[in-house]
């Protein structure tokens, strides 16, 4: 699979996810739209990734390289870029935390960042494959 067609699959899949996160606070499932929320973030992040070849099983992993490879260069916006390790300090308390209460505006802020992230990578995106596009033709 080319770098290419795995940083559109991923985009496509935080996409997807992006409608899930919306859903679950539509149906007042705040802990599971932080979740979803946080994934927006984690696979738009690995899109961006594809593209240098950078990727990791771990989580901790992809925001250091997202980190390294993405924002120290300069290629995303580093207030967003906090947004992932922000959401995935939540995503673990919602899901790993006892006696944890995540309020509907807790899901709505993470939620707002999640879409910011998405956003802002798939304008980079959009930008990095046309110049890659342009270089394989």
Not at 69 to 89: D, H, Q, T
Request: no cysteine; charged share 40%.
């Amino acid at each position: 699979m080319s770098r290419l067609n795995l940083t559109r699959y991923r985009i496509e899949k935080a996409r997807e996810i992006l409608k899930d996160a919306e859903d679950a606070i539509e149906r007042g499932r705040f802990m599971l739209s932080v979740n979803r929320s946080y994934y927006v973030m984690l696979t738009a992040a690995r899109a961006l990734l594809a593209l240098e070849e950078k990727d990791s099983s771990k989580h901790s992993g992809v925001i250091s390289l997202f980190n390294q490879w993405i924002v120290k260069p300069g290629n995303f916006p580093r207030e967003i870029s906090r947004f992932l390790a922000k959401g995935k300090g939540l995503r673990e308390d919602a899901d790993y935390g006892d006696f944890v209460k995540i309020t509907e505006e807790d899901a709505q802020i993470q939620l707002e960042r999640a879409k910011r992230f998405y956003e802002e990578a798939k304008k980079r995106l959009d930008e990095r494959i046309k110049m890659e596009e342009k270089r394989e033709a």
